[in-house]
């Protein structure tokens, strides 16, 4: 079965909760070795064995990680927001191969025997030495500290994704069947309808468009998008309803709205240093009825925008997470 490309690869998604479940019972295994030192003994055969193994299957990771194509990140992710979850990879995987080696290495350097099971032992990496044994206790101690900390902070900013901005970011890694929802889109040169799957929001890097659902009928949406804008102190430049322009020359056209937007405090300077971007500014949001009960909005995308112009980073991200929050807002959890 072909890899969905907006999901991570099948052995990376089963590798990353694998870890996340061995990685959170070592951490409370390694609370309760300090807790309850009546059970120091037992707790430690298994934390021992457990961090080789961690360290095996992050080495396994990392392979697979270089070897596959990652899924991009989500449109409502800013450049920054980008950043700093690709530098939280990377210090989740440091983290992960620092702690196994460092607990070894602290093992070894108290003399102690490194029981894995029964009768497999590991070789000392380091000589037997209190000093360093001292050194390296506290450094295991703090780097577990600042794993637990990495761990609660990819936590938090998946839940906000999922819960608040609904970008639907926790797909690209899940195991279980992603949700969508089908959608009847109309062939223009077939009155017939054609069924495929449609999720809330799409990107098409190819005509660098996002594509969301609106969970309203077609008059709502244009009437809640304006709305909508309107709080936030964005200007709505002009409302072009140009299935009645097509109307009044004798044509028609499926229910089209076309909703000029922006904020000149904010275009203004962009336009000053890259005068062709006024092509594409004011920002634009295209509302079409596709049946009665299917409504899209459609925007450019701000990679597209970025790589046209060249700009050096992406400085409309905020109007694709502010459309992704308000068309989810309607929408059922």
């Given at each position: 079965m072909a890899n969905n490309p907006a999901?991570?690869?099948?052995?990376?998604?089963?590798?990353?909760?694998?870890?996340?479940?061995?990685?959170?019972?070592?951490?409370?295994?390694?609370?309760?070795?300090?807790?309850?030192?009546?059970?120091?003994?037992?707790?430690?055969?298994?934390?021992?064995?457990?961090?080789?193994?961690l360290l095996i299957l992050a080495a396994i990771r990392l392979v697979n990680r270089m070897c596959t194509t990652l899924p991009p990140f989500p449109p409502t992710m800013?450049?920054?927001?980008?950043?700093?979850?690709?530098?939280?990879?990377?210090?989740?995987?440091?983290?992960?191969?620092a702690l196994?080696?460092?607990?070894?290495?602290?093992?070894?350097?108290?003399?102690?025997?490194?029981?894995?099971?029964?009768?497999?032992h590991l070789p000392p990496i380091l000589p037997a030495s209190p000093t360093l044994y001292a050194v390296l206790r506290t450094t295991h101690t703090l780097l577990a500290y600042l794993l637990f900390l990495t761990f609660l902070a990819h936590l938090s900013a998946v839940v906000f994704h999922?819960?608040?901005?609904?970008?639907?970011?926790?797909d690209r890694m899940a195991l279980w069947p992603t949700h969508s929802?089908?959608?009847?889109?109309?062939?223009?040169?077939?009155?017939?309808?054609?069924?495929?799957?449609?999720?809330?929001?799409?990107?098409?890097?190819?005509?660098?468009?996002?594509?969301?659902?609106?969970?309203?009928?077609?008059?709502?949406?244009?009437?809640?998008?304006?709305?909508a804008l309107l709080a936030k102190k964005i200007k709505v430049f002009a409302n072009i309803d140009q299935s009645a322009e097509a109307a009044a020359v004798g044509l028609t056209l499926r229910p089209?709205?076309?909703?000029?937007?922006?904020?000149?405090?904010?275009?203004?300077?962009?336009?000053?240093?890259?005068?062709?971007l006024a092509l594409d500014l004011p920002l634009k949001a295209l509302v079409w009825e596709a049946s009665p009960s299917e409504v899209y909005v459609g925007l450019t995308s701000p990679e597209f925008l970025q790589n046209r112009y060249g700009l050096p980073s992406s400085p409309f991200v905020e109007v694709v997470r502010f459309f992704t929050v308000l068309t989810n807002s309607g929408a059922q959890p």
């Open positions: 999901q991570f690869a099948l052995l990376s998604r089963i590798l990353h909760w694998l870890m996340a479940a061995m990685l959170l019972t070592m951490l409370f295994i390694g609370v309760a070795m300090v807790a309850s030192l009546g059970n120091y003994h037992r707790l430690v055969a298994i934390h021992r064995p457990l961090g080789i193994l800013s450049p920054m927001e980008r950043r700093v979850a690709s530098a939280s990879e990377r210090l989740l995987y440091t983290l992960m191969f196994p080696l460092v607990g070894w290495g602290m093992l070894s350097a108290g003399h102690y025997p490194i029981v894995m099971f029964g009768p497999m999922t819960l608040i901005i609904r970008d639907r970011l926790l929802r089908k959608s009847k889109i109309i062939d223009d040169k077939n009155p017939l309808t054609q069924q495929m799957e449609t999720p809330p929001m799409i990107t098409d890097p190819s005509s660098g468009i996002v594509k969301f659902t609106s969970p309203w009928p077609y008059r709502e949406t244009v009437e809640r998008i304006e709305a089209t709205t076309l909703i000029i937007f922006g904020d000149p405090s904010k275009g203004t300077p962009l336009m000053v240093e890259h005068p062709d």
